[in-house]
Structure formats: structure tokens, C-alpha cells
């Protein structure tokens, strides 16, 4: 990997914990999909569209706190507007594990 990042670089991405609040089936998407609401606390309420099908169900998603990039531009998913990105590690059959902390946190929390 020849790419490397400043200090000042990786500052800029707004890595946060929130809440999912809401999670349900995304039919409308090419690969299986949840619509997804999540709590960032100060930062409000961000809706996202995430392939984590094959590890989470809607029920087991919503109270789970996460990890997602907040400052990333809007993105139309389909016919809705995604405004963040959760963050997981992608497995040998492209499985999505989310990231998490390890105790509960305020929603808001800032990774860095």
C-alpha cells in the first residue's frame, strides 16, 4: 500500500458511533440490503443503506450502536439519500462485520 495519509488528512474523516434506531429490508437495492436510521446524538439522525444481510437481521440492528463516517457527501441509494457510511470488515464471502465499541458510548462519540 504506497498511499499514505497525513495526520491532518485522517482528521478530516468524521468518524462517529451512533444507535440504529431503525433497520428494514431495502428490496428496491441491486444486492440485499437494510435501509437503516441510526442516532448520532448532536449530529442527528443519518439514514444508509447497508449490505449486512448475512450477519444482522433488522431486529438484531436496531439498540446496536455503530460506527460510521458522517461527512461524506449525500449519496442517492435507489430512491433514497444516504448520509453516511457504516463501517465494517468484509469477510472471504463479502459478509459485512460491523464495527462497534466495546461499551456503550455517547452517541456521537468521535473515533480517532
Known amino acids: 500500500m504506497n498511499d499514505t495519509l497525513s ?3 485522517f ?3 468524521e468518524m ?3 444507535t440504529v434506531v431503525s433497520a428494514e429490508p431495502f428490496p428496491e437495492v441491486r444486492n440485499p440490503a437494510y435501509r437503516i436510521t441510526i442516532d448520532f446524538g448532536e449530529f442527528g439522525m443519518r439514514k444508509t443503506s447497508a449490505q449486512v444481510t ?3 437481521t433488522p431486529e438484531e440492528l436496531v439498540g446496536k450502536q455503530v460506527v460510521a463516517v458522517i461527512n461524506f457527501p449525500p449519496k442517492q ?3 433514497m439519500m444516504s448520509e453516511c457510511l457504516i463501517l465494517g470488515g468484509i ?3 463479502k459478509e459485512v462485520t460491523l464495527l ?3 461499551r456503550k458510548v ?3 462519540t468521535r473515533i480517532g
Open 7 to 9: 495526520w491532518d488528512q
Open 54 to 56: 448475512a450477519l444482522y
Open 91 to 93: 469477510g472471504e464471502n
Open 16 to 18: 462517529r458511533v451512533g
Open 106 to 108: 455517547k452517541n456521537g
Open 77 to 79: 441509494i435507489a430512491h
Open 100 to 102: 462497534q465499541p466495546e
Open 11 to 13: 482528521m478530516q474523516v
